[in-house]
């Protein structure tokens, strides 16, 4: 089965910052467009942001526009999130996310359900 593995989650105060990553385990990142995910304890996943595989196509939610930047470096395997200006609202889990045989991220990139590949998530708290 193919895994991703993030990192870069913690604690940080109300504007605060973290870079989050994105890695592959056992297959290349190279091919895929690669969603970002997060979830909130009681609350339904939210699509974040998207990448395509060659990096020149992106998408961002409503609510993290102008905070929020993704960029990957294939030549890492590597998919990242710059999440800036963070807000309370932002604390969740964050995952990374896959489709079979999907290099673009298209109309549906922030349906969780359409996503076959999942990593295990990395914490983000904001608090003061």
């Known amino acids: 089965q193919l895994q991703f593995v993030e990192s870069g989650g913690g604690l940080v105060q109300p504007g605060g910052s973290l870079r989050l990553s994105c890695a592959a385990s056992g297959f290349s990142l190279n091919y895929y467009a690669i969603g970002w995910f997060r979830q909130a304890p009681g609350k339904e996943r939210e699509g974040v942001s998207c990448?395509?595989?060659?990096?020149?196509?992106?998408e961002y939610g409503d609510s993290v526009k102008g905070r929020f930047t993704i960029s990957r470096d294939n030549a890492k395997n590597t998919v990242y999130l710059q999440i800036n200006s963070l807000k309370p609202e932002d604390t969740a889990v964050y995952y990374c996310a896959a489709i079979s045989r999907r290099t673009f991220c298209g109309s549906k990139w922030s349906t969780p359900t359409d996503y076959d590949y999942w990593g295990q998530g990395t914490q983000v708290t904001v608090s003061s």
């Open positions: 990448i395509d595989s060659s990096g020149f196509s992106t």
